[in-house]
């Protein structure tokens, strides 16, 4: 065989390495994190499940914020959520100043304890029939005339000191499965008039949230069938601790819920 010039070989090589380095393409784009900071009251915070009883403001993994963090890059920062919250109260527990202009996705469930929802429910389930007419009708006027401001105030907030951020509100489940019969002292029809009273609350804050461009989160037919009276409830029967709030199913569909409503492509 005749041996191939030097000059020959070294110009072969250095085609070859320029084809190898074409065929190789561009370095891959490092992967972007988007920071997420959890907010809200006691359905935001995890309670009534472990550890949440132990736990500051009743905070416990299965919360929304947590449960998905490092879904869709997402990356939580702070959780802050804190049971019992009100609208109100976002400012003085420290909520608003966990955001900041890094803050890229927000998850808040923020209402329910500004328009007594409880109490009317407790009246419902131990009260007359007249007491529970009345504390709803209570709830639903709060609900319609003081809600409305309280929530646009709160969400000024979260603009001013997180501008760029997605903001994902999440509703409130309906309670009962009025079709399986009494809890306690709340009869069927009780049970649907209170579920009525969840869906004026669900409407009003899906109104406000979107007048501010957050998306809100319905909860209603996830958690459909699947009230405390259920079969298959994924809410706390209301003589057990944490009573009324989501057990481990119920977090894992507002997990879901929220999953489903973030789209990875509009974060920045």
């Given at each position: 065989m005749t041996p191939r010039p030097l000059s020959l070989i070294g110009s072969l090589l250095a085609t070859a390495a320029i084809v190898t380095t074409g065929l190789a393409g561009p370095a891959p784009a490092a992967s972007t994190t988007h920071v997420l900071d959890g907010l809200g009251d006691s359905y935001a915070s995890g309670y009534g499940v472990a550890p949440s009883f132990t736990t500051p403001c009743g905070r416990a993994d299965s919360a929304p914020a947590p449960a998905i963090d490092g879904r869709m890059r997402l990356a939580l920062d702070d959780f802050v959520a804190c049971a019992g919250a009100r609208t109100?109260?976002?400012?003085?527990?420290?909520?608003?100043?966990?955001?900041?202009?890094?803050?890229?996705?927000?998850?808040?469930s923020i209402g329910g304890n500004d328009i007594g929802w409880s109490q009317a429910v407790g009246a419902c389930l131990a009260g007359s029939d007249a007491q529970c007419t009345g504390a709803l009708a209570q709830t639903r006027a709060r609900i319609t005339t003081q809600l409305p401001g309280l929530l646009d105030?709160?969400?000024?907030?979260?603009?001013?000191?997180?501008?760029?951020?997605?903001?994902?509100?999440?509703?409130?489940?309906?309670?009962?499965?009025?079709?399986?019969?009494?809890?306690?002292?709340?009869?069927?029809?009780?049970?649907?008039a209170l579920n009525e009273g969840a869906d004026l609350l669900n409407a009003t804050i899906r109104t406000a949230a979107e007048a501010h461009g957050y998306t809100f989160v319905d909860l209603t037919k996830r958690f459909a069938d699947h009230g405390v009276n259920a079969p298959e409830p994924w809410l706390i029967w209301p003589t057990s601790p944490g009573s009324f709030h989501p057990n481990e199913p119920g977090y894992e569909a507002y997990a879901a819920a929220v999953t489903a409503a973030i789209r990875p492509s509009a974060l920045r």
């Amino acid at each position: 065989m005749t041996p191939r010039p030097l000059s020959l070989i070294g110009s072969l090589l250095a085609t070859a390495a320029i084809v190898t380095t074409g065929l190789a393409g561009p370095a891959p784009a490092a992967s972007t994190t988007h920071v997420l900071d959890g907010l809200g009251d006691s359905y935001a915070s995890g309670y009534g499940v472990a550890p949440s009883f132990t736990t500051p403001c009743g905070r416990a993994d299965s919360a929304p914020a947590p449960a998905i963090d490092g879904r869709m890059r997402l990356a939580l920062d702070d959780f802050v959520a804190c049971a019992g919250a009100r609208t109100t109260d976002l400012v003085p527990q420290g909520q608003i100043a966990a955001l900041g202009s890094d803050t890229d996705v927000v998850t808040l469930s923020i209402g329910g304890n500004d328009i007594g929802w409880s109490q009317a429910v407790g009246a419902c389930l131990a009260g007359s029939d007249a007491q529970c007419t009345g504390a709803l009708a209570q709830t639903r006027a709060r609900i319609t005339t003081q809600l409305p401001g309280l929530l646009d105030s709160a969400y000024d907030q979260v603009d001013a000191a997180a501008p760029a951020a997605a903001v994902y509100v999440t509703g409130y489940p309906r309670l009962f499965s009025s079709a399986y019969g009494a809890v306690l002292g709340a009869s069927p029809i009780e049970q649907d008039a209170l579920n009525e009273g969840a869906d004026l609350l669900n409407a009003t804050i899906r109104t406000a949230a979107e007048a501010h461009g957050y998306t809100f989160v319905d909860l209603t037919k996830r958690f459909a069938d699947h009230g405390v009276n259920a079969p298959e409830p994924w809410l706390i029967w209301p003589t057990s601790p944490g009573s009324f709030h989501p057990n481990e199913p119920g977090y894992e569909a507002y997990a879901a819920a929220v999953t489903a409503a973030i789209r990875p492509s509009a974060l920045r």
